[in-house]
């Protein structure tokens, strides 16, 4: 089992920055990709940005030139770095990781959410 622990959401203002944090922990042999999605209140959840273990990242275009997916010098964590907000941005934003373990067998596993609210 994997468990994924998100911080860093909050309320922040138009035109602010917030940086958010998770970690994932559990039975994890092999990291193929993590990222970030997001809901807003009616919408369907969203690719936010991934980064894919030696690949690429690849971000949703909404949030494209605004946002930026790292992974952390700490195993299994990935950082979203969030500027120049818009209330659009508004929404709960959950991490997302897949993988393998170490008893075999593929997983993918998602965060409780953290809450981002943009509104001044």
């Known amino acids: 089992q994997v468990q994924l622990v998100e911080s860093g959401g909050g309320l922040v203002q138009p035109g602010g920055s917030l940086r958010l944090s998770c970690a994932a922990s559990?039975?994890?042999?092999?990291?193929?990709?993590m990222g970030w999605y997001r809901q807003a209140p009616g919408n369907q959840r969203e690719l936010v940005a991934v980064?894919?273990?030696?690949?690429?990242?690849n971000y949703g275009d909404s949030v494209k030139g605004r946002f930026t997916i790292s992974r952390g010098n700490a195993k299994n964590t990935v950082y979203l770095q969030m500027n120049s907000l818009k209330p659009e941005d508004t929404g709960v934003y959950y991490c997302?990781?897949?993988?393998?373990?170490?008893?075999?067998?593929?997983?993918?596993?998602w965060g409780q959410g953290t809450l981002v609210t943009v509104s001044s």
């Open positions: 997302h990781c897949e993988g393998s373990g170490w008893t075999g067998g593929a997983f993918n596993a």
């Open positions: 980064i894919p273990s030696g690949g690429s990242t």
């Open positions: 559990g039975n994890i042999l092999s990291m193929y990709a």
